[in-house]
């Protein structure tokens, strides 16, 4: 796509992405700029429950209510997307796509709850340094596509698959490629 890669845009890596971390995932992007870009895998569901890793958050927590993996940077790290109740969500909150933000995990999620109707735990995150988005994306790795809010905090079981579908044309072709084009 001619996008540019920037903050709220999804990254939609390609079938023939070889890194195994990223193979059929759909990345939310945080921040863009000249020093790199940050991300998190949108359809990453672990088998951590959100009440075992951050107890007090699982109230909050978007089905399924698990941490889902957000990429291989600093996986001991946790970070939060949340869809705000109203277009003023508080302190703590900073919008990314419609009423989907970056949500502070060092608040009380009881404070939170008033401005906040639902949460995803993210450990770890995906970066890029200095130009590599760039480079990657020009080497037809991603896509970059817009994001709908529902993107952040729906069902993420079939998300690669229906990004591309409503994309039309070309690109929803590729959500119809095999796992192993070898097969095909």
Known sequence: MTEAP??????????????PNFDRTVVLVLEHSGAGAVGLVLNRPSETPVAD???????????????????????????????????EAGAGWEALVGEV???????????VATDIAAVRIFAGYSGWGPGQLEDEVAANAWL?????????????????????????????????????PSLN
């Open 6 to 19: 920037s903050k709220g845009m999804l990254l939609v890596a390609t079938p023939p992405l070889a890194d």
């Open 53 to 87: 890793a951050l107890p007090g958050w699982e109230e909050l927590a978007a089905e399924p209510a698990t941490v889902f993996a957000g990429g291989p940077v600093s996986t001991d790290a946790a970070i939060a997307l949340g869809s705000a109740r109203h277009a």
């Open 101 to 111: 933000g970056t949500i502070d995990l060092h608040r009380d999620p009881d404070d």
């Open 144 to 180: 970059v596509l817009p994001a709908w809010p529902d993107d952040a905090l729906g069902d993420p079981g079939d998300l690669w698959r229906r990004v591309l579908l409503r994309q039309g044309g070309r690109v929803a072709w590729l959500a119809n490629a095999p796992l192993d």
